[in-house]
């Protein structure tokens, strides 16, 4: 999970939101991906979300999978996704 956040971190710092917007997708967040989304911002690792949220790690994964296509964005080839 770090090395997503962190990926995506960097990448915020990089990149105005235009820029980020301009290789997002056509498909739009949706509301549960930017449940997720808020509490990756604030510092929470896959198995909290999970929780907090009522739903599997790997639902979990899949939503920031989702999030990270749409935007645009890669992780690399890393095990903690």
């Known amino acids: 999970m ?3 956040r962190k ?3 960097f ?4 990149s105005s939101g235009a820029e980020i917007a301009e290789h997002a ?6 509301p549960r991906e930017i449940d997720v989304l808020r509490l ?3 510092g929470n690792a896959n198995k ?3 929780a907090e949220l009522s739903l599997t ?3 979990v994964k899949s939503h920031i999978r989702n ?7 890669t992780t690399g080839p890393t095990p903690s996704l």
């Open 48 to 50: 909290i979300i999970a």
């Open 67 to 73: 999030i990270l296509s749409k935007l645009g964005l």
């Open 2 to 4: 770090w090395c997503v």
């Open 25 to 30: 997708s056509d498909e739009a967040i949706t």
């Open 40 to 42: 990756i911002a604030r």
């Open 11 to 14: 990448r915020q710092r990089n």
């Open 57 to 59: 790690e790997e639902t």
């Open 7 to 9: 990926r995506f971190t």
